[in-house]
């Protein structure tokens, strides 16, 4: 099936610090969602993205559509404590007629107070 | 305004025997989701309801696993005859007639197959 390639796997940053993560695909999305999830909780939606160029920003946490629709970048400023979790992209295949999501497997942030 | 929420959020069962987990979507959303996902894995589509219609149903979806919608408003899963490869998360998330691709997950049913 079709598969999201999230980067990095997981990382350790000091609080304070700025993050940077990214999804890539071989194929073209219409649309880009960013989750996080909590350890024995469902995923929380963060930022959806509906264009190619699309840039949002929901408080810390900044993400942006690519132009060629095949990737996705999510930003945290100044990390917290509480942004420690699994950040998930997701996307819905372009032309599929399909709402199903496809997901990533997931960056995991540690923060290191 | 409440979320989605699921029932059981833990379930223990002996291999072969059946289990049924349920879903409440959030109000007013008409598009209901059920994802699978494992350790270390991102969610994966199993099915979606568009009311009371079963739209999609993927591969992942054995014929031992069945869904309802039977009102338009929650929905349940069953699995019959359990595996040990059937231990996972199950998600339910759904969606709203206007921000129809914006998903909501509620908190899971942790299945745990012995």
């Known amino acids: 099936g079709q598969q999201l390639n999230q980067s990095p796997q997981s990382m350790f940053i000091q609080e304070g610090e700025d993050v940077s993560m990214n999804c890539t695909s071989s194929s073209i999305f219409n649309t880009w969602l960013w989750y996080k999830q909590d350890p024995g909780e469902g995923p929380v939606l963060l930022i959806a993205l509906y264009k190619a160029g699309e840039l949002t920003s929901n408080g810390r946490l900044t993400a942006q559509f690519g132009i060629t629709r095949k990737d996705s970048f999510l930003n945290i400023s100044a990390s917290i404590p509480s942004d420690v979790g699994i950040y998930f992209c997701a996307g819905r295949l372009s032309g599929a007629g399909s709402y199903q999501l496809t997901f990533g497997k997931g960056t995991k942030l540690s923060v290191i107070p | 305004d409440t979320g989605v929420s699921q029932n059981p959020r833990h379930k223990i069962t002996k291999r072969g025997q059946n289990v049924t987990f349920r879903c409440d979507p959030i109000?007013?959303?008409?598009?209901l989701y059920w994802y699978r996902q494992t350790l270390g894995q991102g969610p994966e589509f199993l099915t979606y309801?568009?009311?009371?219609?079963?739209?999609?149903k993927s591969r992942l979806l054995s014929d031992r696993f069945s869904a309802e919608r039977p009102k338009g408003s929650f929905s349940t899963l069953e699995i019959q005859r359990t595996e040990q490869g059937d231990s996972a998360m199950y998600l339910c998330?759904?969606?709203?007639?206007?921000?129809?691709?914006?998903?909501?997950f509620g908190p899971g049913t942790r299945l745990t197959v012995t």
């Open positions: 109000s007013e959303h008409n598009r």
């Open positions: 998330a759904s969606s709203s007639p206007v921000l129809d691709y914006e998903q909501y």
């Open positions: 309801f568009q009311n009371e219609a079963q739209l999609e």
